[in-house]
């Protein structure tokens, strides 16, 4: 059961590197099983920062009983990260959410999320979970927004969007942009008391 398990748990994605902003080490996917995972494509030219925030404060609030934000810039929606990744930290830090903001959780290098190109991270969390739990309906507000190729209808529609990942590697659920980020913490609670 366990092997049947691995292609629908994070431990299928064993290998596959991401590189956190500032940090020399890549990071293994699979090595991250067994924490409850938060993970969402961000941008910080965007309008918003109250996942910024809110992402800290979860952080801050479960990070010491095995919680972590996964952050991934990403510049298909709107071009809203259309900074180097040597930008993206100083960006947060004075200009989104700015007054010397800087995350305490993990922020990757740049990825793409939908079309051709998506990173396999974002491959499988949008086969696990096609549609966001809160907005089954919803794709783009805006065609003229759409810039990669293939389109599906799992796709991301816009930045901040949200997976919770159990300890197990599983996909639980998947949030849209619309959904208070700091409001997943039942959901979180309940994850974190699972067995991994």
């Not at 030219?45 to 952080?59: A, C, I, K, W």
């Amino acid at each position: 059961a366990a092997l049947a398990m691995a292609g629908k748990s994070l431990a299928g994605l064993a290998g596959q590197m991401v590189r956190p902003l500032g940090a020399a080490e890549p990071v293994d996917l699979g090595s991250l099983v067994g924490r409850v995972l938060l993970v969402s494509n961000v941008a910080s030219l965007g309008t918003t920062t109250r996942d910024y925030t809110q992402f800290h404060e979860l952080q801050r609030r479960f990070g010491p009983e095995g919680f972590a934000v996964l952050a991934f810039p990403c510049n298909q929606f709107g071009h809203q990260e259309n900074t180097t990744n040597e930008e993206i930290l100083n960006s947060l830090k004075y200009v989104r959410p700015g007054k010397g903001y800087e995350p305490n959780f993990s922020v990757f290098e740049k990825c793409e999320v939908n079309g051709a190109n998506a990173h396999p991270l974002f491959k499988f969390l949008k086969e696990a979970l096609p549609y966001p739990h809160d907005d089954p309906v919803s794709l783009m507000t805006n065609p003229q927004f759409i810039i990669w190729s293939p389109v599906c209808r799992s796709d991301i529609a816009w930045n901040f969007e949200k997976f919770l990942i159990g300890r197990d590697g599983v996909p639980f659920k998947r949030y849209s942009r619309r959904f208070e980020t700091i409001k997943m913490q039942d959901d979180i609670e309940m994850l974190l008391k699972q067995a991994p």
